[in-house]
């Protein structure tokens, strides 16, 4: 079960809270757990990560955050000296999304160049159709905002992992904010894909749940012209409530519903991790956004974190999945330094202790000093403290409740609240 806390708190008291799941990995037939230390080093001794992060395609407008998170911490390594006394590799590539076979043609590519890690990509769709591929050759696959729940329990030779929370989390707190907000009737507009599907399944439930009435659902292409109709549908059931999920997309669709009337001073909307923007929605009418909440796993990178970010990429504007990307690298490179071997499953086989159970540390230094004094460590990052389960997923997780204002950005350093639950496997 899950127990929302549903009191606000105000943006400048925001204080990140975690939401706690059990593991529950039943069903799937191995575990990111399973693969054991090697017994000597498999690897070449320098560590190569490749990138398969949306360059174009639906997701392009989060593929600056996720390289800067990237980047920064690979800056960061090098700075301490690398891994295994060596500057880390990095090959980055596009990851486009599913309209395409970019994805598979990059991961060809990084494979060819016997990379040790693939951080991405950022569509489960996408992630899901190049797993097989990278697991099978050996290498760990990490993506930083793959939130299907099907990872959960997919076959993955133990070798896939993420830093992101699995969408069970996220529509549970999004369906209980929305009716936390007083809205017994919801309309739901999602992209229909694994990701969208899966978490307005999970947004209905809890809706439902908590006593509301979904009142019409559309599943819609995202590859559409236009979403006249699908709007329509939505408009004639006269919701309290909208809830968007969906990718970039859903400027279209938000134009579509300003439109037909359906504006924001009339009804309520609520957004998800793929299409809350900072960018997106820039052309729009000044206001047409203000007050539409939205959700985003992860605590928000602090102010401090940002500024790291835009010393390596001064134009960023989106930080989406920022810390998550850092974190992730980091992640793998103490992997393989406490490994003693830059090889995949080597990684693999380190990545869960390293996430929980020794002595904290907050920064590759810091941890990699630890790991040459032969101490159990355990790594806390600015995504939150990760802690692995068996199936590779964050133990432990925050989701951010934000608010666009009368510019129609939302202010990435500061949520309006974070929801807290718990979840029984």
Do not use: H
């Not at 993506?143 to 997919?154: Q, V």
């Not at 103490?334 to 080597?346: I, K, P, T, V």
């Amino acid at each position: 079960m899950i127990r929302i806390s549903r009191a606000p708190v105000p943006v400048l008291a925001a204080t990140a809270a975690c939401l706690v799941l059990a593991a529950c990995s039943s069903g799937g037939t191995t575990t990111a757990a399973s693969s054991a230390p090697p017994a000597a080093a498999r690897g070449d001794g320098t560590l190569s990560i490749g990138t398969v992060l949306p360059q174009t395609g639906s997701l392009a407008y989060l593929g600056p955050p996720m390289y800067a998170g990237v980047d920064l911490a690979l800056k960061e390594i090098g700075e301490a000296g690398g891994v295994l006394g060596k500057q880390v590799t990095k090959i980055d590539t596009d990851s486009g999304d599913t309209t395409t076979n970019i994805a598979s043609q990059s991961v060809d590519k990084l494979l060819a160049q016997k990379v040790d890690v693939v951080i991405g990509a950022a569509s489960s769709s996408v992630s899901e159709s190049i797993l097989d591929k990278i697991v099978g050759a050996g290498v760990v696959q990490f993506s930083p905002a793959n939130t299907s729940d099907k990872f959960t329990t997919i076959d993955d030779k133990g070798l896939y992992f993420r830093t992101a929370p699995p969408d069970k989390l996220q529509g549970r707190v999004l369906g209980d904010l929305v009716v936390a907000d007083g809205n017994d009737t919801v309309g739901i507009l999602a992209m229909q894909d694994s990701y969208g599907t899966g978490l307005a399944d999970q947004v209905t439930k809890t809706a439902q749940e908590g006593g509301a009435t979904v009142v019409e659902r559309v599943d819609y292409d995202p590859k559409a012209p236009e979403f006249s109709a699908d709007v329509a549908r939505i408009k004639a059931k006269n919701p309290k409530a909208i809830v968007l999920i969906g990718f970039q997309e859903t400027g279209k669709v938000v134009r579509e519903l300003v439109k037909q009337g359906l504006t924001t001073d009339k009804v309520k909307w609520y957004m998800v991790d793929g299409n809350m923007s900072n960018t997106n929605y820039l052309r729009m009418p000044k206001g047409a956004m203000e007050g539409v909440k939205g959700t985003l796993p992860g605590a928000a990178a602090p102010e401090e974190f940002q500024k790291r970010l835009l010393k390596v990429r001064p134009n960023l504007q989106e930080f989406t999945y920022a810390a998550e990307s850092y974190d992730a690298t980091t992640l793998v490179a103490l992997a393989a330094q406490a490994a003693g071997d830059d090889d995949g499953r080597s990684i693999a086989g380190k990545l869960v202790e390293l996430s929980k159970g020794g002595e904290k540390c907050t920064t590759f230094k810091q941890c990699a000093d630890l790991l040459k004094a032969g101490k159990d460590i355990d790594y806390d990052g600015v995504s939150g403290p990760v802690d692995f389960d068996g199936a590779g997923d964050p133990s432990v997780a925050t989701i951010g409740v934000y608010q666009y204002r009368a510019d129609n950005t939302f202010n990435a350093a500061k949520a309006v609240e974070y929801r807290t639950g718990r979840i029984a496997g």
